[in-house]
């Protein structure tokens, strides 16, 4: 008789309790709580169109950006969630302009501090687009009992100890690592638990697939536009010219990516010149996800992991996936200003 074993995020989340005898537990109860509001956040998704929770809030985020009636539900939900698990004592979110400091006793025990964006591509949520959810988790640095202060949030990504994101689409998955591998896990919606269903996920070391808006062509830098070129050349030996896929939602275009090898492009440009997506809580989690699947994240120039961020909401030029890809683009970054 057919034996199955179904291993549950928070059964898997125990079991690798092992590799963090520093964490006494402490980590897994947070990212037992992260699964938590990533379902409900889920629940409220797939009744969009059915209850009055799509389209815009009416309110303007920090960014000078529409905020949707979801930005504004995910925000308070994953808060709410780190609140209660005890173990986190500071969230940063895409949504508010600081960071947000717990002030209650239990709180300032906590020994790690959350920065997020809690609902990732919301604009396409009015059209059934796949959206997602990304986090990051770090080991404070000021002492404990003390409330936290910025530069807690301000570390290099490369001291993340724990960092993933939840793609909600024709399933919903929660995909995570804590520097030991990347292992996803998909909602069942029957029992109401996300269940492992890709182990030890290694993105390709070569794809043929490139993630970009082809939209802002005219504004990229010249070596981006060479190498958009280069995908689109015909090299039969390679498996060139590359297919284009870009959804417009970083988690989305990232996670086919992941699996099935390619690269994601968001280059700065003239109306973005030192890039648009968020150092602290887009790129820097993403970037992780990515190394220790087998990938590589770069600004450019610099690996992701390795910037100290100068402020919450910093930007940073993006090229993140398999190896082969963003080495290749990097040849073709040079310093040299915008051009048309």
Known sequence: MKSYHITTLND????KQKDFPYAKGELSSLLHHIGIAAKMVNKKINKAGLIDIIGRSGDINIHGEDQQKLDV?????????????GECCGVATEENENEIVFSDSFATEGKYIVCMD???GSSNIDYNVSVGSIFSIYRRLTPRGEKVRNEDFLQAGSEQVAAGYIVYGSSTMLVYSTGNGVNGFTLDPSIGEFCLSHPDIKTPKDGHIYSVNEGNYIHFPEGVKKYIKFCQEIDKKSGRPYSSRYI???VSDFHRNLLKGGIFLYPENETAPIGKLRLVYECNPI????LQAGGVASNGTSDILEITPKSLHQRSPFYV????MVNKIKSFLVPTKLTR
Not at 12 to 15: E, N, T
Not at 321 to 324: A, D, F, K, L, Q
């Open 248 to 250: 417009g939602s970083l």
């Open 73 to 85: 539900f995910a925000d308070e939900v994953f808060i709410s969630a780190l609140l209660s698990s």
């Open 287 to 290: 970037a992780f996800i990515a």
């Open 12 to 15: 898997f989340i125990i079991q």
């Open 321 to 324: 996936g398999s190896e082969n």
């Open 118 to 120: 809690p609902l990732d």
